[in-house]
Nanobody
Framework: QVQLVESGGGLVQPGGSLRLSCAAS????????MGWYRQAPGKQRELVAN???????NYADSVKGRFTISRDNAKRTLYLQMNNLKPNDTAVYYC????????????WGQGTQVTVSS
């Protein structure tokens, strides 16, 4: 059974930092592209950043220079370091695992709330 469990969310003041983690089980973690997505109230879920098995990264323009995605394959964990947080970063952050081949397999975590407010 595949599980992606996010942690590290919370309430932070503007300009602050948080580090999100996503612990994976039930998959060969190193073989999957991993990503962070977020969904703010009343908005569609959007890509924040993803990281391929080869180490290639892709970031949303709104987070470039502030967020860093990384992975530790030995710990089967994905991270998102978020610096200089802004109120419009407030959202539920989700971890996503993607395996592309003849068929695409996708798994989502349950999400962790990030609130940026003074």
């Amino acid at each position: 059974q595949v599980q992606l469990v996010e942690s590290g969310g919370g309430l932070v003041q503007p300009g602050g930092s948080l580090r999100l983690s996503c612990a994976a089980s039930g998959i060969i973690f190193s073989g999957w592209t991993m990503g962070w997505y977020r969904q703010a109230p009343g908005k569609q879920r959007e890509l924040v950043a993803n990281l391929t098995t080869y180490g290639s990264t892709n970031y949303a323009d709104s987070v470039k220079g502030r967020f860093t995605i990384s992975r530790d394959n030995a710990k089967r964990t994905l991270y998102l370091q978020m610096n200089n947080l802004k109120p419009n970063d407030t959202a539920v952050y989700y971890c996503k695992a993607i395996l592309r081949g003849n068929i695409e397999y996708v798994h989502w975590g349950q999400g962790t709330q990030v609130t940026v407010s003074s």
